[in-house]
């Protein structure tokens, strides 16, 4: 027999102020089952829940019912007193008669007859409750980091310094991302490249760290705490350990002249068997079996094999698939420019001098193509003129994106700095639509662009751009002085927005989390939860979010390792006990669940007889991957499944109780 | 195949040579045509800056009789004119009640099912390359043509479905089937000021003499369009531009069509070509 006590709080006026808490505790008082019902004024404070684990011990309780706040806000409190009491935690219920009823009514009659309802329902639900115990799951304490770039590498660093064990996985030949492709970084000038490599070269040579470059994840499964991964280990056509970076094989390839340059944006070229760039981690080429010799010609060509002084080139590797456990991932696939070609008015690929601000970053880097010199695809002349548009494909729902792409107001006041330093008596011409310069120091950086380096900045955008006399004259409207403007440039730089890495809506499908409409991938929760994905245990990091700078990449690459680390730093993993069951007896095995469950929580489970014959095939429910949403019990033909605590009994008792 | 034809005004009085040509070279394609009954204004350039319903009617209306007289395609040649049949269909096409709205002030029935096609795209999508092609008994070797695109003709790109917006390239692709060379230049589809010749002719004769000099520059030895109002503005004020830059250009201008029946052995008196103002006879001295 059920002995329940009954609390009413008052919240100060909160509640008391429109319900008559008193009336609400005497109709209590009546239901049977309750032994004692009292009102206090702050059930939340100490001697609110002294009086709770008071009345458990000297009335025998086997249950308590809150009339208070809604459960969000201190059904936890409650459950931690009852559980010192020898109480099971779902013993406690919530009848939320203040965000449901004080603060949404104003007729005091109708409201305490309204909260005295609310009461009875969970007296109710209360006398139907089973004991539930949390779930807990184990922890395998290994994190995988998807992607090299900034996030990735400061997430892999963070977590290994823990002495959290990591494996990192990049798909290119070298880690670094797009941020070691940079110039200088706003707003401090730094090197990017200076302040870029000792952190590469820290992931390579750390104990707690497993490279795997040139690589892609090619499956997960499993859930929080219990990952496993397959990694396609992509041939390299090297024997990595015997590999001393020397240079050799690259240096006498004869495809010197046929293949442009990824890392340099197409602005140079490279051979077919090549590192990246000078300073790559690991400093071990690659064999590009699409336009190697060898590989088109049947074999015939194998110089860099005989330059090779270790041998450690083999035509013949194939593709490793490397099996891993991990408790924890961390998704930082980072972010690809629009396509420039978007614009067919600003000429991009037929104009020569109209070039992307990745590739300006090229022109300006001392590893550049031009050795830092700027230079102009067209002829090699030094532009003494250069026009930037910004807001190339951003804040263009029409043609591009919508939304802003956060950096390029920065790194072209970035551009017109540098060009100015670089290039004398220069000139440099910005059309933008507003300015976004709002971190710290930012807003003071593009400011001196414009007066202390003579950036000309016009508020409007560019129609149109024809090459007439060797000269790109771009066309644009100057909306502050209403004028039309006519410029003529030596360059075009276009500031191309920002979008995700192409395929991370396949790998945010490989890892079950949610995306928005344009593939980045959504956080758990806006602001109180950014560095989460929908899914336990997988983390979000860097621009695959999306649009950030290089000090938000780096935040947000911290704040994934800490929530791992956090993760680790118990024994095993505890989920609220409120998860979907399945009555294996009645199910039948229609797996309508399973199409309805968007955590992919429902697997399917084998019935067998003691001779291990297969008796039917019913659902299972993985308690790591269910979030106890019900959906599946909605879908559900057989009446088979069942959330615990919100079972069928106890929902229709609540209702039962309204028509009495 | 029967097909219906809207020619629009202009090629019923000062563009005159279009409409010639161009039954010359339907001939020659053994295309028949058939002019749409009661033809009716298309809207432009008016209609619509003034009354939107009025601008979809008054081209529906031509499409409704063209459809209910049995077509299934439309020629349009000025470019002013499809450009208008097509945004109508368009607009009809993607907003139901406008559609209705339009139908039911015709007072017949109508489906919007027609497929139009401007002079270009008739031509290459309905004509066929290879017909061409076959065609050409005289080849205009030697001859450097610069494709004049102008504004109608491939915008806006989501209602035009039909080359490229800002580099097209199906005129030019036309001009070497002919064995001509085609001239690249900078302000192929730059606006030659339009309808602003009327009331405004000194924004004309800056932005057409833009256009011309850029042409000349690059070495062209002559100018195709497919648009009368281009071809308006760069012909008939080529001799008042050359006085106000004082700069001789002498850039004969030509329509598609022209050239084309050039090609298929037809004579410039044949195509009408000596109705333009700036004289072609020496250009074509090379070829003919």
Known sequence: ?660 | MKLAYYPGCSLKGTSFEYEVSLLKVLEALNIEIQEIPDWNCCGASAAHSLNHNLSVALPARNLAIAENNGFKEVLAPCAACSSRLKTAKYEMGSDDILKKRITDSLEMPYNNSLNISNMLEFLLNVAGKEKIKSLVKKPLSGLKVASYYGCLLVRPPKVMQFDDAEKPVSMDELVALTDASPVDYSYKTECCGAINSLSKPDVVMALTGKILYNIKEHGADLVVVACPLCHSNLDVRQREIERKYTEKIGLPVLFITELLGLAFGFSPKELAIDGHMVNADKVLEKIL
């Open chain 1, 1 to 660: 027999m059920a002995r329940i006590g009954v609390f009413v709080c008052w919240c100060g006026s909160n509640i008391a102020g429109t319900v008559d808490v008193k009336r609400v505790a005497e109709e209590a008082a009546k239901i049977p089952g309750v032994v004692e019902a009292v009102d206090y004024k702050y059930m939340c404070s100490d001697p609110g829940q002294n009086a709770l684990r008071n009345m458990i011990k000297d009335k025998n309780l086997t249950g308590v019912v809150l009339a208070a706040c809604s459960p969000h806000m201190h059904e936890n409190t409650f459950r931690k007193a009852a559980i010192r009491e020898g109480l099971n935690p779902y013993f406690v219920e919530i009848a939320n008669i203040r965000e449901q009823v004080s603060w949404v009514h104003e007729d005091k009659e109708k409201a305490t007859e309204k909260a005295i309802d609310l009461l009875k329902m969970m007296v109710e639900k209360l006398k139907r409750n089973k004991p539930i115990e949390d779930v807990r799951v184990p922890l395998t304490k290994k994190a995988l980091v998807i992607g090299g770039g900034i996030s990735g590498i400061q997430a892999a660093l963070d977590i290994a310094n823990g002495g959290v064990e990591v494996i990192l996985v990049e798909k290119e030949p070298s880690i670094g991302g797009k941020m070691i492709q940079l110039d200088e970084t706003f707003p401090t000038l730094d090197c990017s490249s200076c302040i870029m490599t000792p952190k590469m070269v820290e992931v390579y040579q750390h104990p707690n760290i497993k490279l795997y470059t040139y690589s892609e994840l090619e499956d997960v499964s499993g859930y929080i705490g219990n990952f496993n991964v397959k990694i396609r280990k992509k041939a390299r056509s090297i024997v990595e350990k015997d590999c001393t970076g020397c240079g050799d094989c690259w240096n006498i390839c004869p495809m010197h002249k046929n293949v442009k340059s990824e890392f340099n944006v197409n602005l140079s070229e490279r051979t077919a068997i090549y590192v990246p760039f000078p300073q790559a981690v690991p400093l071990i080429p690659v064999i590009d079996r699409s336009t190697c010799l060898h590989y088109k010609k049947g074999g015939k060509c194998q110089k860099c094999y005989d330059a090779c002084g270790p041998k450690c080139i083999n035509f013949d590797l194939q593709d490793e698939i490397i099996e891993e456990k991990v408790g924890a991932i961390v998704a930082a696939t980072g972010f690809d420019l629009m396509e420039n070609s978007l614009y067919g008015e600003y000429g991009y690929g037929q104009f020569k001098d109209v070039v992307s601000g990745l590739q300006f970053e090229r022109l300006l880097s001392a590893s550049g193509p031009t050795e830092g010199v700027i230079k102009r695809p067209s002829d090699g002349k030094t532009p003494e003129t250069i026009v930037f548009i910004q807001c190339v494909g951003s804040r263009d729902p029409e043609k591009g994106v919508p939304y802003c792409s956060k950096v390029c107001c920065m790194y072209t006041a970035k551009h017109a700095k540098l060009f100015a330093h670089k290039v004398h008596g220069s000139q440099s011409y910005v059309f933008y639509i507003d300015i976004r310069a709002t971190s710290k120091g930012y807003e003071e950086f593009v400011r001196s662009t414009m007066e202390n380096d003579g950036a000309i900045y016009l508020r409007g955008r560019v129609s149109k751009i024809y090459e007439d006399g060797g000269k790109l004259i771009v066309k644009g409207a100057d909306t502050l002085s209403g004028n039309q403007v006519e410029i003529a440039a030596d360059m075009v730089v276009l500031a191309t927005g920002v979008i995700p890495k192409k395929g991370s809506d396949k790998m945010a499908q490989m890892l079950g989390i949610s995306y928005d409409k344009y593939g980045f991938y959504t956080e758990s929760h806006p602001k109180l939860r950014p560095a989460e994905s929908s899914t336990a245990g997988i983390y979000l990091a860097g621009m695959a979010q999306g649009p950030r700078d290089i000090p938000e990449s780096v935040v947000s690459g911290s704040a994934a390792a800490s929530k791992i680390l956090g993760l680790f730093s118990k024994s095993e993993y505890e989920v609220e006990g409120t998860i979907a069951s399945v009555n294996k007896t009645t199910c039948v095995g229609c797996f309508y669940c399973q199409r309805v469950c968007a955590y992919s929580a429902i697997s399917k489970e084998e019935v067998k007889d003691r001779n291990g014959n297969v008796l039917k095939v019913v659902a299972n429910v993985n308690s790591g991957l269910c979030t106890g949403c019900g959906a599946c019990v909605n879908a559900c033909f057989s009446k088979s499944i069942d959330v615990r605590g919100f079972m069928d009994e106890q929902i229709f008792a609540e209702i039962k109780s309204l028509a009495v």
